[in-house]
């Protein structure tokens, strides 16, 4: 037992002799007693409450951690709610501060720090329509996080991005197999395109036609290769 709980049920002790006392003297000590519990108790608040800001602070903070994306959940629409479930085997047992979701009008953002050892992020930059932020909400069981969006109709989500957002999401997919199949440029080729570039715009005009042509040629036997 703390000393600070030790206080309050002195406290509820004394303050329980004081209904049945009715000497004078009695009555004056256990008053005194009191007023030295209720300081005691004064002092010792203020230093659980500064212990427990410390130790929230030493949470790492958001930028500074990594995350995996997830990106399988499910999500069926309820007359003017979206529900959002992602499934997460004892997700539950997890501290209740290790799961976060913060709520705008199209956008979402669900992080949940330390599960398995890793950082795993739903962040939703724009959703399929506006929603009402401050009355949605989300609940954590024992395998699943659900996430509730309160629209301002009824009208029908077919996803829950934007078409915009798939778009950007295919567009970096293609750059990303593009770059795995052709692989950065070489750096000699790079010193190569920095040379040629200089050359072209230097002053002499021979030199700037000599470039040009050279362009020209090696286009020609490209497409002749394809």
């Given at each position: 037992m703390s000393e600070l709980q030790q206080y309050q049920e002195d406290l509820e002790e004394v303050q329980e002799w004081l209904k049945t006392a009715k000497r004078p003297n009695n009555i004056e000590y256990l008053n005194k007693r009191i007023k030295f519990l209720n300081d005691s108790i004064k002092i010792l608040q203020p230093q659980?409450?500064?212990?427990?800001?410390?130790?929230e602070?030493?949470?790492?903070?958001?930028?500074?951690?990594k995350f995996e994306k997830i990106t399988k959940?499910?999500?069926?629409?309820?007359?003017?709610?979206?529900?959002?479930?992602?499934?997460?085997?004892?997700?539950?047992?997890?501290?209740?501060?290790n799961i976060q979701v913060d709520f705008g009008k199209n956008c979402f953002d669900v992080?949940?720090?330390?599960?398995?050892?890793?950082?795993?992020?739903?962040?939703?930059?724009?959703?399929?329509?506006?929603?009402l932020d401050k009355m949605s909400s989300f609940k954590v069981t024992k395998n699943n996080i659900h996430i509730t969006l309160?629209?301002?109709?009824?009208?029908?989500?077919?996803?829950i991005k934007t078409t915009e957002n798939l778009i950007d999401q295919k567009k970096e997919q293609k750059e990303k197999k593009k770059y795995e199949k052709d692989g950065p440029l070489d750096d000699n080729v790079k010193g190569v395109l920095g040379m040629m570039k200089e050359l072209?715009?230097?002053?002499?005009?021979?030199?700037r036609e000599t470039v040009r042509q050279f362009m020209r040629k090696t286009a020609n036997q490209q497409m002749w290769k394809n």
């Open positions: 659980k409450v500064e212990k427990d800001e410390q130790i602070q030493q949470m790492p903070q958001i930028d500074e951690l959940y499910a999500f069926e629409q309820e007359e003017n709610k979206i529900k959002i479930i992602i499934n997460m085997d004892g997700v539950g047992e997890l501290p209740p501060k992080r949940i720090i330390g599960y398995h050892n890793a950082n795993h992020r739903l962040q939703i930059i724009k959703t399929f329509g506006e929603f309160i629209l301002p109709d009824k009208k029908q989500w077919t996803q072209y715009e230097s002053d002499d005009p021979e030199m």
